[in-house]
């Protein structure tokens, strides 16, 4: 059985850092593109940064770009999320996701597996 399985959100204060985890497990992911969403209560889940196979191309929404980067272990069939800066707006619950492509981009239904989320919560 396949699984995504996200760790490491919590509350913090403004202008602290987090590292979200995503853990993946049933199968190797380390040929498909990994990606971060997030969705804030009554809002749509958006996209949040999205990574190659090989972590030779990323992308970041207009909204993070600068704070978050993300990153990958293949060894680890894992992906982080690493959040600096943070702000009120990014609390959110967090989903990790997979696609199976070597690289793809902000749209949700590019991506064919999900995690159950994380919340992250920044406090003001």
């Known amino acids: 059985q396949v699984q995504l399985v996200e760790s490491g959100g919590g509350l913090v204060q403004t202008g602290d850092s987090l590292r979200l985890s995503c853990a993946a497990s049933?199968?190797?992911?380390?040929?498909?593109?990994r990606g971060w969403f997030r969705q804030a209560p009554g809002r749509e889940r958006e996209f949040v940064a999205t990574i190659s196979w090989n972590g030779g191309r990323r992308l970041y929404s207009d909204s993070v770009k600068g704070r978050f980067t993300i990153s990958r272990d293949n060894a680890k069939n894992t992906i982080y999320l690493q959040m600096n800066s943070l702000k009120p707006e990014d609390t959110a619950v967090y989903y990790c996701?997979?696609?199976?492509?070597?690289?793809?981009?902000?749209?949700?239904?590019?991506?064919?597996?999900w995690g159950q989320g994380t919340q992250v919560t920044v406090s003001s």
């Open positions: 049933g199968r190797t992911f380390s040929n498909y593109a």
């Open positions: 996701a997979a696609a199976r492509t070597s690289y793809s981009g902000s749209n949700n239904d590019e991506y064919d597996y």
